[in-house]
């Protein structure tokens, strides 16, 4: 079965360019515009790997890690984070990877594989 | 040193005598008895005295009548028998410091040649005194010259904060103000300002430093820094306290500019790599579509790749535009041109976002003077703006933008722009025009509606707003007709 990535961006356009990277190389793909919307796709599909914007509207993207890390279903969910903001390694201590946009496809899916397989 | 004596004596035997007495006297004595050894003597050296019988020829006297002029410090005593006296008189006068009687007495002699001492030192005194004179006045002439052309405001205040003086630099920009108070000539207060340097100098006597902005006789507002420094009296008491302050505006306002440009920057980086790397997203979609053949990838990719490329540019022309700063250019054009082109420039972005343009523009609006390049872009901006908060409503299904353009009053051109979209909050209509507000997040730079209210106030326009949340927007720009006269610099100073 095709491992499944959520990915939530405010920028529908890096969806957009996320979700063609990924089902090209054989993921299963699901988004999000913001974090609300990020935790109930998460629920509702229980993903293999999230890619996470920190900086969103509504919620900030620590803040549904939060959530997130708060729900023993979701909890264990490895985390990327994908950020233009600099300095990100340390707003989510416990993101498999941080990778600053604009990011080098071939890093990030590396990363993916490794995490995922 | 013993002074020299010469002395003039055509009698030998009264020479002779008189020269052991002066000898004994510590004089040193050179005795000239005809007309040729006087010249040869006045011209060989210089005499603290000139002693005897000024008369023994015409030649003789004539070159002691002039002595003073020669050496001025040299002293002339006449000796002369009593029927002699009064024409000796008549033809020295006061050449002459003594005039003694033949035969000479001691005691007169010795009064005579103290009196000749005491008025050469007299003399060299007053030599001295008119030297430094001099240089004082040398000296005082500089230091004025300096106080004047400084590049400085200097003004000099007593205990009351009273101007005592000012150099001219202040004078051509504060006025001629001697007697006012500081407060009321920098700063047209009516009190002491609460931190003033001047007073804490008059307390402590040390130099103090502060930054003020003041306010010159022409309504011009100057940042300074200002130093502090007492003068005192002769016994080391503050009198008076100077004032220097060194125009900084310039510095200041480059500075001002240069932070927001950082700030500009650094807010807009988070934007810039949004897009960069959406447009990373749109050529992987067009390189992999290429290559599948997938004709529906290729074509929105392509469409992604324009519209980010669309996107960066404008980014990138709007920080162009902040960074640079130029006089207006203005030109004399057709407002139908203006709206053709304004209508040509938003007719896409309406269409790409399902925003329908009603349009209502009457013939005959006549001409309008304005820089193009500049007001455009500030409608355009407008126009922008309200496809944008259509396309950011989800909750209703048809959209609309309402342009109108009119003249108002005489010579007056009103542009309406009102959309039906999302509706603006009360702190995003407080904040709408301040450099970096945006409410778009990401997307938006905080530039464009600053830079479009900038120009429409440097127009001699203005803009008026009505919102409600939910509700859209309407945005009225009037402007005059005409360039108005004060136009401003094109130059964006940000306010603290």
Redesign the interface.
Known sequence: MKKRILIID??P??I???E??FT?NGYGTSSAGDAKEGLKKAKEKIPDLVTLDI???GEWGPRFYRHMSQDPELKNIPVIVIS???GNSYAITKAVASI????D?EELLGIVKDTIG | MADHILLIDDDKEHAGALKTYLNRLQYDVTIAATSKEVLFHLGDSLWDIVLGNLLINEETASSIASINKQNPMTQVIAFALPNQLDTVMDRFDLTVTCYLELPLNSKMLEFALNKAKKQSLQIQKINRYSERLADLHDAQNLFNQLFDVVPCYISVQNKDLRITATNKRFKDHFGNVIGGHCFEIYKHRTSQCEKCPVVETFNDGHVHSTEEIVTSKSGKQYNVLTHTAPIRNEKGEITQVMEMSTNITQIRHLQDHLTSLGLMIGSMSHGVKGMLTALDGGIYQLETGLNNKDENRVSKAFDQVKTMTDKIKKMVLEILHYAKSRELQYITMDVSTLANNLITNINPMAKNNNVLLDISIPDSLGKIEIDPTWMEAALVNFLENAVDACAFDRKKNKHRVTFKIWEDQKDTICFSIQDNGIGMDQETREKMFTLFFTSKGSQGTGLGLFIAHRVVEQHGGNVKVESEQGKGAKFNICLPRQKPNNSKPNGFPVAK
């Open positions: 405010d920028d356009n890096i957009d360019y996320l063609a990277l090209d900086e969103m509207p233009g903001l600099s600053k946009k604009p990011f496809r």
